[in-house]
């Protein structure tokens, strides 16, 4: 597949990253407003020690309540103007690197469509095989515009919670039948062991969410060859859905980063596309069920992912 080179339009948000640097804010007020009121206080408080009348105590008082007040002033700008920028900056990161994700299997699907409509295949099963990608890419697509529109409901408290008491292994089997639908055959090697008798207080759209984030997540640092384990199981009066993988593995000092929004792990051995939602929403989703989510990793081992939500009794 040819490589597919970067848009005008992402061209333009890594200038504007670029350009949404706090250092000329800081730059500004340190020379138009911390420096002259710095000096301002030096002057008011000579004014105070080395004054002999009343006129000069209240020059010196009234320089120096000025000064703070500025001072001040200036802090509470520059602590907003950081808040606005970090958030532009998101906002810049999100489009590029959602932009960035959804080229790919847009790329792909128009490449077999294309063939299909040209009838560019040898044998007639390369025409279903052509079919299959291209569902396969689909369903990739919607698995990254749900993750999209999961994290703006969450980000906007928009997000209601159905929780129900019912069995846990049905919701992670959709989540599992959704992500091999994703899958070429044999490109993982899936191990699942799902207890029929494990029940939890959940909403089933959302922990179904929950876990194709995790497998996505693991297939995307997974190697060669792939191995993916999906347990269910009861843990004190938890009920925990774990994700293991074979992968790269996660450094120690990054594991509690990786829940944070757009936050990816830096690699140059491996990368991985994505927009660094899908953790996020995974944590945000165990907080709304009053669960949490834990990672134990080991560097060129492997990871797992354990989601744990409050049981119910059968």
């Known amino acids: 597949m040819m490589p597919i080179m970067d848009s ?20 500004l007020l340190a020379l138009g407003v911390i420096l002259p009121a710095l000096a301002s206080t030096s002057v ?6 080395i004054g002999e009348g009343d006129d000069d105590l209240v020059i010196g008082v009234l320089v120096v309540s000025f000064t703070a007040v500025a001072i001040g002033a200036s802090v509470a700008a520059t602590i907003l103007l950081g808040v606005r920028a970090r958030t532009a900056r998101l906002q810049a990161d999100l489009l590029a690197n959602v932009s960035h994700e959804l080229r790919t299997p847009l790329a792909v699907i128009r490449m077999y469509a294309q063939t299909l409509q040209h009838k560019r295949f040898e044998r007639p099963e390369q025409e279903e095989a052509c079919v299959e990608t291209i569902i396969r890419e689909t369903e990739r697509l919607e698995a990254m515009i749900q993750r999209v529109l999961t994290w703006r409901a969450a980000a906007k408290d928009r997000d209601v919670a159905a929780i129900e008491r019912a069995p846990l292994s049905p919701t992670v089997a959709q989540a599992i039948a ?12 899936l191990d699942v062991e799902l207890d029929a008798e494990v029940q939890a207080r959940h909403d089933p759209h959302q922990i179904t969410e929950s876990v194709l984030n995790l497998l996505v997540n693991a297939h995307k640092y ?9 347990r269910t199981l009861l843990q004190g009066e938890m009920a925990a859905i774990v ?3 074979n992968g790269v593995g996660i450094p120690h000092a990054e594991i509690k980063r990786i829940f944070d929004p757009f936050y990816r792990v830096q690699r140059t051995n491996h990368k991985a596309a994505g927009a660094g939602l899908g953790l996020a929403i995974v944590r945000h989703i165990a907080k709304v069920h009053g669960g949490q989510i834990l990672v134990e990793s080991e560097v060129g081992v492997g990871s797992a992912f354990t989601l744990q939500i409050p049981g119910a009794a059968p």
């Open 8 to 27: 005008p339009f992402s061209a333009k948000l890594k200038r504007l990253r670029r350009n949404l640097s706090l250092r000329g804010v800081f730059l």
């Open 44 to 49: 008011g408080i000579v004014a105070l020690v």
């Open 243 to 245: 994700v293991e993988d």
């Open 178 to 189: 959704r992500f091999q639908r994703m899958l070429a055959p044999g490109e993982v090697e």
């Open 222 to 230: 997974t190697r060669s060859p792939r191995r993916v384990r999906v």
